[in-house]
């Protein structure tokens, strides 16, 4: 069962304890909103990534990957507008010194009029009229600090894409429609960041720009719809979770045409983890106008010539990592006693196997070794022979590994050993010799 109180509580401790994220800089006291994955962590978003990876860009021929850098051309920003465009309006409160959106749903009142309350300090009348804050982190490049080497970190990973379109169109001999993608780290300076991992200043994007014919956009843009929603129903996300959100004209970006994220009720209330945008030819155009670069496409079947549209699929890494988390986090009465399990898709566990010698003496660690060792030559496994088994299983259940191997003095006689399922509880004897084929049909299904 999931749980319905404090689930979010629950979470970030389990999450520290079996190590999955840690606060930044910890033992300095933490770094506000950033976060570090730890190796059950890291492994998970790992997955995710490659799970994106692999349907984006090795399942289709019609897209390639990329990697550009997270320092572009500061001219990238101008033309793409987030310098002048990419705030948040900010409020502060003149009286406890915090700050807000002025969006908080928390503030009373329109902020700058004496009636305003702050949602800290409770204080009536101290709250600024609000001004634009620009979300981008800026910081210098050389060794002198003038505004002519202002750099900024990259707010999106998209512009790495749109800078290098037609590299990507010529150097794969692509043609449209073909779209590229990429995983990388972003930055925002977030006003109110916050609920763990779902609002950071540094994640990570797993973005897919789209390149069409003008025209074309409103098909793609419904066909990238249903095969983000695919994707996600293929990790088994609970569907009731999942809802579409369309942007009203007022939410749009300035990019958009259209608009589509895909929300995920969390314990704070459904929230966006992936968006579908339709963007246009925005960005390729303000890219031609201000490098002077010719970015048409020129079609060779009708030697027509265009700047292509662009239908972007965006989602964080982070929270979709949270998503997942949240979804398969399990409370369960088990013979009498209480165990958490995370009942993750099992492409997505960290582990995949853990290997158990029931007692260290009579030959079983030996065989549990040579076991352990043939797995995690294909997975990742781990050897656990601390404790009951008792607890080792449910330390397994915590980190959502799907099998749980046991070696018992049955095993040293006749070569077969225990396999333990972490959801439906259930135990086969599989014969040793057997188990990675085993494991890895249990694991497609
Ligand atoms: P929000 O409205 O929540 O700030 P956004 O609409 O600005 O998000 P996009 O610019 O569409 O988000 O970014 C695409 C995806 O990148 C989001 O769906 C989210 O998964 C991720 N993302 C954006 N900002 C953050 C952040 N501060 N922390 C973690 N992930 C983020």
């Not at 730890?38 to 997955?47: A, S």
């Not at 793609?220 to 569907?239: N, S, T, V």
């Not at 070696?407 to 014969?431: C, F, H």
């Amino acid at each position: 069962m999931p749980p319905t109180d404090n689930v979010m509580e629950k979470l970030v401790s389990l999450a520290k304890r079996r190590g999955f994220v840690f606060q930044s800089s910890e033992i300095y006291g933490g770094l506000g909103s950033v976060w570090d994955y730890g190796p059950l962590g890291v492994e998970l978003k790992k997955n995710i990534k490659e799970r994106w990876w692999r349907s984006m860009v090795h399942e289709r021929e019609d897209i390639e990957g990329l990697d550009a850098a997270i320092l572009m051309h500061p001219k990238v920003w101008e033309a793409s507008g987030h310098v002048a465009g990419f705030t948040d309006p900010l409020v502060d409160c003149k009286h406890c010194k915090n700050r807000f959106r002025a969006d908080d749903p928390r503030i009373k009142g329109t902020p700058g009029e004496p009636t305003a309350q702050c949602p800290v300090c409770g204080s009536k009348g101290t709250l600024t009229a609000p001004r634009m804050f620009n979300l981008m982190f800026k910081t210098f490049m050389g060794p002198v600090e003038e505004a002519a080497a202002i750099v900024y970190l990259r707010p999106e990973t998209a512009q790495g894409i749109y800078v290098n379109y037609q590299n990507v169109l010529q150097s794969a001999r692509q043609k449209i429609p073909f779209g590229i993608a990429q995983i990388g780290k972003a930055f925002r300076n977030e006003i109110t960041p916050g609920n763990f991992i779902f609002r950071t200043r540094e994640f990570e994007q797993m973005e897919m720009q789209f390149f069409v014919k003008p025209g074309t956009d409103l098909e793609w843009f419904e066909f990238w719809r249903e095969e983000r929603m695919k994707w996600l129903a293929g990790l088994g996300i609970r569907p009731e979770k999942l809802r579409w959100h369309q942007h009203a004209k007022d939410e749009l970006a300035h990019y958009a045409k259209d608009a589509y994220d895909i929300q995920y009720e969390f314990p704070f209330g459904w929230q966006e983890f992936e968006g579908i945008h339709n963007r246009t030819n925005f960005d390729l155009s303000r890219h031609q106008e201000f490098s002077g670069k010719k970015l048409e496409y020129l079609d060779p079947a009708t030697n027509e010539r265009f700047v292509p549209y662009v239908v972007e699929t965006s989602a964080g890494a982070d929270r979709t990592a949270l998503v997942a988390m949240i979804d398969a986090y399990n409370e369960e009465d088990v013979e009498g006693d209480k165990r958490v399990v995370m009942r993750f898709h099992p492409a997505l566990a960290p582990l995949k196997a853990a290997v158990f010698p029931l007692v260290n003496k009579d030959g079983m660690p030996e065989l549990a070794r040579r076991i352990f060792d043939d797995l995690r030559k294909s997975y990742n496994a781990f050897y656990d022979d601390g404790g009951s088994i008792g607890r080792r299983y449910r330390r397994q259940d915590e980190a959502g590994t799907p099998f749980g191997i046991t070696i018992d003095g049955q095993s040293t006689q006749d070569g077969t050993v225990t396999v333990r399922d972490r959801d439906s509880l259930k135990q086969e004897r599989v014969a040793a010799d057997r188990l990675a084929g085993y494991v890895a049909d249990k694991l497609k299904g």
